[in-house]
């Protein structure tokens, strides 16, 4: 096993890199904000370079490309503090269309999302049953023509607003799990966006009210496992984002302690901020390991073992890595908590995606019910 980035990922990571200081520099993200939802054109921009359609298959038009190649795409991403659906889109939506049987609605949703001309978002949890895909009350309930019609509300789906599709999870008439592509708009407005009040803007988050929306079953052989599959791999995806808003947030930290003065010399020359650092540093790179590892199992090993690789992941870097962007503000005094400066931005992209698959103490649980069962 060797979780290391080989030269070709390395490559992927500074080519994104390269194009996010360019196109999306820390500058430009307040303008994204006060726009509410992605830059098209960044977007498009970032298909032109593969990532949209990063996991999509070469004969549609995208890169094939393994979950390790996404999690340095995913540390770019988090150090640019990028406002794009890459983790519900390129990771999330792209595995729920490739577990369905190959139809031609799903090679135009996947072909789509590779030249980024039409975005697809996965919107699979109801309000009051956040985790667990096996509760929804939203139901698909058979048409006319191969067309379901899908009624029910969803939370906590992130760009919302960006999207052309989604990919929503619904019980059929018989109670089963199934798995429905639906347009995001319509001549009859049957599906309303509602923004949701948030804490990290630069990840807007939305209910979705489908009523009557009509829809696309996928033909998924185990819609359970099809979605487990696909959470596990944006959660991973989330962990090394993290990694990379956390680390480039303790190189903001180490610079400005090096050059704020008290009592005559740096701050960062007395041990109590020395202290803050090395344990950022730590938190950084174990949660760096856990995910290059987490990311690795996705792509090698069986599903219950991927699994837990993945909640090992994410209960460690949600517990550790918001205390990275709290030890920032720490260091920056009042000037962390302006919104001229960037350092609250990254505290809070951190703390929200702790939270946005779980909380640590949710993966912790998960883990427990794993390792040491009843």
């Known amino acids: 096993m060797n979780t290391d980035f080989d030269d070709a990922q390395i490559a992927l990571r500074a080519s994104v890199r390269g194009f996010l200081d360019v196109h999306a520099p820390l500058s430009s993200v307040r303008a994204s904000l006060e726009r ?48 794009g659906p890459f983790v519900e889109a390129a990771i999330g939506a792209a595995t729920l269309l490739q577990a369905a049987r190959r139809t031609a609605v799903t090679d135009m949703a996947l072909r789509d999302l590779a030249e980024g001309t039409a975005t697809t978002v996965p919107a699979l949890f109801d309000a009051g049953t956040r985790h667990a895909i096996d509760r929804t009350r939203s139901t698909a309930q058979d048409g006319f023509d191969a067309t379901v019609f899908v009624t029910g509300s969803k939370s906590f789906v992130v760009h919302a607003g960006f999207a052309d599709r989604f990919v929503v999870t619904a019980t059929d008439e018989l109670g089963r799990l199934d798995v429905v592509l639906v347009e995001a708009a319509d001549a009859a407005d049957t599906v309303i966006v509602v923004d949701e009040p948030i804490l990290d803007a630069t990840r807007p988050t939305s209910k979705v009210e489908f009523r009557s929306a009509p829809g696309v079953r996928l033909l998924v052989a185990d819609p359970a496992l099809a979605v487990r599959t696909a959470l596990d791999r944006m959660m991973v995806a989330t962990v090394n984002d993290s990694v990379g808003a956390a680390e480039r947030v303790l190189e903001l930290t180490v610079d400005y302690a090096n050059e704020r003065m008290a009592f005559g010399q740096p701050i960062g020359s007395f041990q109590a901020i020395q202290h803050l650092a090395a344990d950022m540093l730590r938190a950084v790179e174990l949660a760096r390991a856990a995910g290059y590892y987490a990311a690795w199992a996705l792509d090698h090993l069986d599903g219950a073992a991927a699994h837990l690789a993945t ?51 949710d993966h912790l649980s998960a883990l427990a019910d794993i390792v040491l069962p009843e």
């Not at 990532?51 to 340095?72: F, K, Q, R, Y």
């Not at 209960?315 to 000037?335: C, T, W």
């Open 36 to 83: 509410g939802r992605a830059d098209r054109n960044l977007w498009k921009g970032l298909s032109a370079l593969g990532i949209t359609g990063l996991l999509v298959p070469e004969d549609l038009g995208g890169s094939a490309a393994t979950c390790v190649d996404a999690a340095a795409v995913g540390e770019a991403c988090g150090r640019a503090l990028f406002v």
């Open 311 to 361: 909640l090992q992941a994410a209960a460690y870097a949600n517990a550790e890595l918001p205390v990275v962007g709290e030890s920032a503000i720490q260091v920056f005094g009042g000037i962390g908590f302006t919104w001229e400066h960037d350092a609250h931005l990254f505290y809070k992209r951190l703390v929200a995606a702790s939270a946005l698959f779980g909380t640590a103490d």
